[in-house]
């Protein structure tokens, strides 16, 4: 049996892109190059290519794999980190599934209702999971700035609903911004979310699954003296990320146990990450991440690193785990 192919997809339609880009590096280097035969594929607006020793090859969909000397390589396993369409809202993980081609993060379904924050939020509220309150914007809705004013009060985020939050995301603090927001935010993607503003303590948890064993990392603290967590503050080094949080290590666990229900809850696979605000010791949910940034110092690096666990056996793990499921 020869080495696996696996294929680091990274790339996507939106700003995303420059970001997935640095997720795709961190990924390549975590991923044990004397087990398997790493490949970076690039999806755009381009098309669809594969790196091979620095030449750009065109992947054929047919298959999921490319042509070289006359010969064929199928990709093995794709390791999506894609942050917004495709990779992150489902559509990509439709594609492989009709291949039968194992892949790293959550389903369809899963990929289609996280992505979604406003949908994912309201889904979870069901389940006794605190979320801010929140309105979408879809194209051609008649809105009052006024109303949307007087029902959420300022601060307010607006963001785009199906986008990452590092492009387009405004917090807006008085009445004359809020337009222009709304229309920023129409630029990035097709609906808007205005979310109510929720002072506090910002942490992130993140979390994976191999087999039926969870883990849990430990928390990390994010202060930022930017406005809020954007893209500056997160790949321009704008922060302090303190891992583990300086919380109590009860408040600690239950935040980890939140964080474990709501990957049963939405469906999760592989490494996802959950955002949320502590506010007068209750946590309130930001957003579920199902394809996390993977860049060398993201969180989940620095959760994995702070648990003492070594994350390219991690990353064998999360591959054999699809591959032995498909076998």
Known sequence: MGKKNIAVVW???????????????????FIDKN????????????GWFVDVDGEELSVDKNYFGFEIDNAKVNFDFAYITIH??????????????????????????????????????????????HVAESIILKPGDVYDINEIAETLK???????????????????????????????AFNETSEVIIE???????????????????????????????????????????????????????????IQQQTIKLYGLVEAKGIIRADYIIKDDIYYLLEVNTTPGMTVT????????????????????LIENELNKKA
Do not use: W
């Open 154 to 184: 300022f601060p307010m985020f607006v963001k785009p609903n199906t986008g990452g939050s590092s492009f387009a995301t405004f917090k807006v603090k008085k009445i004359e911004d809020l337009q222009t927001a709304i229309e920023e």
């Open 298 to 317: 993201s969180f989940i690096p620095q959760q994995i690193k702070a648990a003492g666990i070594d994350i390219t056996s991690i990353f064998t793990d």
């Open 84 to 129: 917004g369409t495709p990779g992150e809202d489902g559509k990509l993980q439709g594609y492989l599934d009709m291949l039968n081609i194992p892949y790293s993060a959550c389903g369809v379904m899963a990929a289609s209702l996280t992505m979604n924050k406003y949908v994912c939020n309201k889904y979870l509220k069901n389940f006794g999971v």
């Open 35 to 46: 087990k398997y035969n790493v490949y970076k594929v690039k999806i755009d607006h381009n």
């Open 196 to 254: 109510s503003f929720i002072a506090g303590r910002e942490v992130t948890c993140g979390c994976f699954k191999v087999g039926n064993q969870i883990t849990v990392l430990p928390l990390t603290e994010v202060v930022t003296s930017n406005d809020f967590f954007d893209y500056n503050a997160k790949y321009n080094g704008q922060v302090e990320e303190i891992t583990p949080a300086r919380i109590s290590d009860e408040l600690t666990a239950r």
């Open 11 to 29: 790339g996507g339609y939106s700003s995303e892109i420059v970001v997935s880009e640095k997720s795709m590096q961190g990924i390549y280097s």
